[in-house]
């Protein structure tokens, strides 16, 4: 899933929901806590872009799933929509089996020249000069938190349960491309 939390509003009793995006992608995660089979009708609206070709995955305990040792690691495709129009509302019919989850990602297929897309070989590069993370909480007594992955160059910074919270990470690299 991209990195940005995105707001999601679950208005079926016993499914749950997650969304995020970049200038990429976007995806929801929505997973049924029932034990029968749930057709849900899902509104996607406010995609940061605005065509889109749409894949819905199914994630099992076969299929993608990190906790189950059997099956595959790859996702299994349900369905693939191309180039959709995104930039109003999207409305699908998904059927999730018995705690079922369902993956839907959007992939931007929009004019890409005035985007700042970083590659993976750039963050290949990058992690090849890596020399050191810097790192700064101006208060210790705190649980907040401040993360780099530097083979993704993804940041995440965390209140871990406070209303306030400071954290600042950086790193600092060497002969960078």
């Given at each position: 899933m991209p990195i940005d939390r995105n707001k999601v509003t679950v208005n079926v009793s016993n499914m749950k929901a997650l969304a995020s995006?970049?200038?990429l992608k976007a995806g929801t995660l929505l997973w049924n806590?029932?034990?029968?089979?749930?057709?849900?009708?899902v509104c996607f609206?406010?995609?940061p872009f605005k065509k889109s070709?749409?894949?819905v995955y199914k994630i099992d305990e076969n299929n993608s799933s990190y906790v189950d040792t059997s099956g595959t690691e790859e996702m299994m495709t349900i369905?693939?929509?191309k180039n959709v129009d995104t930039s109003t509302s999207f409305i699908k019919e998904i059927t999730l089996p018995d705690s079922g989850i369902a993956y839907v990602e959007f992939t931007n297929i929009?004019?890409?020249s005035n985007s700042l897309v970083v590659t993976d070989a750039d963050k290949q590069s990058l992690s090849k000069c890596f020399i050191r993370y810097n790192r700064y909480f101006p208060d210790r007594n705190k649980l907040n938190y401040a993360e780099l992955d530097r083979h993704t160059m993804i940041a995440r910074?965390?209140?871990n349960g406070f209303?306030?919270?400071r954290s600042e990470v950086g790193a600092v690299f060497d002969n960078t491309p």
């Open positions: 995006s970049d200038n806590n029932t034990k029968g089979t749930r057709k849900i009708k609206n406010n995609i070709t749409i894949t369905v693939v929509f929009t004019d890409l910074l965390g209140m209303e306030q919270a």
